[in-house]
């Protein structure tokens, strides 16, 4: 807790009705400050994360040194980034305020939320999940089970056919987020995709997440994370655990539609922040809780609440010999 504990009759009018913390797990760890943020806001609370526009203020309160904010700014740490911690310091926090509106059960409310989500009374169910994996020939018993597009930014996704190859590039999917290219003209590639230009989901995690879901929320379908490419096990083979591709390093493919294939290589480049779309229904457009809500429960990495980050992953194709000559990539089995 930054703010100092003044009692009410000694309250200054310059201090206002501000609360600055940061929250720990029962292991130490610090809490996600951008997760703490959308978990919040889908229970309709307000507050805000990061460097609240206050440089100076966000040193003197967690210590920061001179030479620890130029190594933090050199990290890529932003006021809202997602760089909350560079060593063991946060570097940002968590601001509630109270304003003239503001009642007894709204404070209530927000104390019950901590509790809710950050108390830890027992530990979160956790899948068996393979810790060799990474050593592990993943291509030979994975297969894609869905490809998506998103021509349009933000909007619904388009779905492949089965017996479509698509063309895959370093920039990422073909007409995805991407607008068309001319044939005739070398262009430069304009990438509208936020962290990555390849998202992929495992459908044992999704099947997982549905398992826990079951007796209180209909199923999510995979697409409802809004991934490029679905990935999941192949029916002769024994399936790969839930989870199992937080130790994945790559995915290697082989192009299809020629007389001698080729073999691409996808780098895992690590989670994705999803944003608070994965909450809304890709055929009605509603808006919901869920999946996030259970993810913030159930998905816990040394103590540490991940959430829906550690769900999508980020791929990046690796250099080629041939930049000009795009890989095709097709749906091997369409998953139910």
Same mark, same amino acid.
């Given at each position: 807790?930054?703010?100092?504990?003044?009692?009410?009759?000694?309250?200054?009018?310059?201090?206002?009705?501000?609360?600055?913390?940061?929250?720990?797990?029962?292991?130490?760890?610090?809490?996600?400050?951008?997760?703490?943020?959308?978990?919040?806001?889908?229970?309709?609370?307000?507050?805000?994360?990061?460097?609240?526009?206050?440089?100076?203020?966000?040193?003197?309160?967690?210590?920061?040194t001179?030479?620890?904010?130029?190594?933090?700014?050199?990290?890529?740490?932003?006021?809202?980034?997602?760089?909350?911690f560079?060593?063991?310091?946060?570097?940002?926090?968590?601001?509630a305020?109270?304003?003239?509106?503001?009642?007894?059960?709204?404070?209530?409310?927000?104390?019950?939320?901590?509790?809710?989500?950050?108390?830890?009374?027992?530990?979160?169910?956790?899948?068996?999940?393979?810790?060799?994996?990474?050593?592990e020939?993943?291509?030979?018993?994975?297969?894609?089970?869905?490809?998506?597009?998103?021509?349009?930014?933000?909007?619904?996704?388009?779905?492949?056919?089965?017996?479509?190859?698509?063309?895959?590039?370093? @920039?990422?999917?073909?007409?995805? #987020?991407?607008?068309?290219?001319?044939?005739? %003209? &070398?262009?430069? =590639?304009? *990438? /509208?995709?936020?962290?990555?230009?390849?998202?992929?989901?495992?459908?044992?995690?999704?099947?997982?997440?549905n398992?826990?879901?079951?007796?209180?929320?209909?199923?999510?379908?995979?697409?409802?994370?809004?991934?490029?490419?679905?990935?999941?096990?192949?029916?002769?083979?024994?399936?790969?655990?839930?989870?199992?591709?937080?130790?994945?390093?790559?995915?290697?493919?082989?192009?299809?539609?020629?007389?001698?294939?080729?073999?691409?290589?996808?780098?895992?480049?690590?989670?994705?922040?999803r944003?608070?779309?994965?909450?809304?229904?890709?055929?009605?457009?509603?808006?919901?809780?869920?999946p996030?809500?259970?993810?913030?429960?159930?998905?816990?990495?040394?103590?540490?609440?991940?959430? @829906?980050?550690?769900?999508?992953? #980020?791929?990046?194709?690796?250099?080629?010999? %041939? &930049?000009?000559? =795009?890989? *095709? /990539?097709?749906?091997?089995?369409?998953?139910?």
């Open positions: 807790m930054y703010s100092p504990d003044t009692p009410y009759e000694s309250l200054s009018i310059d201090a206002g009705p501000i609360v600055a913390f940061n929250l720990r797990s029962s292991g130490g760890e610090w809490v996600n400050l951008g997760e703490f943020e959308k978990l919040a806001g889908l229970k309709k609370i307000h507050v805000r994360t990061g460097g609240v526009c206050s440089p100076g203020g966000i040193a003197a309160a967690l210590g920061l001179p030479s620890e904010i130029r190594r933090n700014y050199a990290s890529g740490v932003r006021c809202n980034g997602h760089s909350d560079v060593t063991e310091k946060p570097t940002g926090i968590i601001r305020s109270l304003g003239a509106m503001s009642v007894e059960s709204d404070v209530d409310r927000f104390v019950d939320f901590i509790s809710d989500f950050y108390c830890q009374r027992e530990a979160p169910p956790k899948p068996e999940c393979a810790a060799e994996a990474s050593k020939e993943l291509p030979a018993r994975l297969e894609v089970k869905d490809i998506i597009v998103y021509p349009i930014k933000s909007c619904g996704g388009y779905h492949v056919p089965s017996n479509l190859p698509w063309r895959i590039k370093p @920039e990422g999917l073909a007409w995805d #987020r991407d607008p068309p290219e001319s044939d005739s %003209e &070398p262009s430069i =590639p304009l *990438l /509208l995709s936020n962290e990555s230009p390849i998202l992929v989901v495992h459908m044992a995690s999704v099947s997982f997440l398992d826990v879901l079951a007796l209180t929320h209909k199923p999510v379908p995979a697409a409802q994370f809004r991934p490029n490419i679905i990935v999941g096990s192949k029916a002769d083979t024994p399936a790969l655990a839930a989870f199992s591709e937080e130790s994945w390093r790559g995915l290697t493919f082989s192009s299809v539609g020629r007389p001698s294939p080729r073999k691409g290589t996808l780098r895992v480049l690590g989670k994705c922040y944003c608070q779309m994965v909450c809304v229904d890709q055929d009605t457009g509603e808006r919901g809780e869920e996030f809500v259970t993810l913030a429960r159930t998905r816990r990495v040394g103590e540490r609440c991940h959430s @829906e980050s550690m769900f999508v992953w #980020r791929l990046e194709m690796k250099k080629r010999t %041939e &930049p000009r000559s =795009p890989f *095709l /990539l097709q749906i091997l089995s369409r998953h139910s």
